[in-house]
């Protein structure tokens, strides 16, 4: 290939690029499963095409469909879509805006092709994706979790829920949607008769769990159309009362979008209450975790006392200390699953 289809600046480089930008930028996202032929074929077009129009994002492509977040720059918006809706497969795709919008979401533009959108484990050629369950808007989804027996599940991962979940939601304690998907059959086995109502952060995973669960035997199953992002935007409009409470999770810059003032976490190391994530400033580590603005000076921004004298260190230091460390995908996978659940409070107090 002539031209290089990604890019080769630095981070800091590009988010000072960002900050820098006279124009608006609009954070969008989109999804849907549709059958696409030449995944490979498709993201080099549209990394060429995105990038002449200056969009930013995360975007995951695979013969099963496609999962963007994106940010737009305001004057591109229309030709964007104009783009995006001249491809038959995502004709008229709904697009979801962002509920707080900095405009500073994403600072570069990754397209990944992947076996699946969403990575879900199932290999069950039974299976039959398309037998979703029904969709509920905001207002039928706030009726139908006052009925007596219904099953409120939450279908994101522990991190997301720990700061933001409607009332009285089960919330299993998976890090991956994989892993989930079995954790919550199990748990609520011996209850297909109830309804089911499931929710995620823009729909995308039910999509494929309401399937999963009517699959499984569940008769009654509904998920929240949009997910959070679509039931915020309509509570809002229709003035009717938040049955979620918190901050909803996001996997970009901004982390999270406040729903209700309510704050229902607290910090990983003072266990004040807190619902901000950072990333722990040593890049070597660079745990999420929870971490309060008290904590975030006493620990310069790091989960543990190790973390902050590497991150004191010179940036030449802390390449060499990196060199030659590169971990199998396993032990990558082992290291990120144990700092999931930090339990920084004893980590700190035996240092
Ligand atoms: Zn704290
Ligand atoms: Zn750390």
Redesign the pocket.
């Given at each position: 290939m002539a031209k290089e289809l990604r890019n080769r600046k630095h981070k800091s480089e590009l988010i000072a690029l960002l900050h820098a930008e006279k124009f608006k930028r609009r954070t969008v996202s989109f999804y849907r499963y549709v059958k696409i032929a030449e995944p490979q074929k498709l993201r080099d077009e549209l990394y060429e095409k995105w990038t002449a129009l200056n969009a930013f994002g995360r975007v995951y492509l695979s013969y099963e469909g496609v999962n963007a977040q994106m940010s737009v720059p305001e004057p591109n918006w229309e030709a964007f879509v104009k783009l995006i809706y001249s491809s038959p497969a995502f004709k008229d795709v709904p697009f979801k805006f962002a509920i707080e919008d900095s405009g500073k979401s994403f600072y570069n533009l990754i397209i990944i092709v992947r076996d699946k959108i969403v990575a879900d484990g199932i290999d069950d050629p039974t299976f039959d994706p398309s037998n979703t369950g029904a969709y509920l808007n905001a207002k039928e989804f706030n009726e139908y979790i006052e009925k007596p027996g219904t099953l409120v599940v939450d279908m994101r991962n522990h991190y997301e829920s720990e700061v933001g979940r409607f009332e009285n939601a089960f919330c299993p304690d998976s890090d991956t949607f994989k892993e989930e998907l079995p954790e919550v059959i199990e748990h609520l086995k011996g209850q297909e008769d109830k309804n089911v109502l499931m929710y995620c952060t823009g729909g995308i995973r039910c999509e494929k769990a309401s399937a999963y669960f009517k699959h499984k035997g569940f008769k009654n199953v509904f998920h929240l159309q949009g997910g959070i992002i679509q039931y915020a935007h309509e509570i809002k409009e229709q003035g009717l009362k938040s049955k979620f409470i918190g901050k909803n999770f996001v996997f970009d810059e901004r982390v999270g979008e406040r729903i209700t003032d309510d704050i229902i976490a607290e910090?990983?190391?003072?266990?004040?209450a807190?619902d901000r994530h950072v990333n722990c400033r040593n890049d070597d580590c660079h745990l999420l975790f929870i971490?309060?603005e008290?904590?975030e000076k006493k620990m310069n921004g790091c989960c543990t006392p190790q973390c902050m004298e590497i991150a004191a260190l010179p940036v030449e230091e802390q390449r060499k200390l990196r060199k030659g460390k590169k971990k199998t995908e396993k032990e990558t996978l082992a290291v990120y699953k144990s700092r999931l659940r930090p339990n920084l409070k004893d980590i700190l107090k035996n240092k």
């Open positions: 910090c990983h190391q003072c266990g004040a807190c971490q309060c008290d904590c």
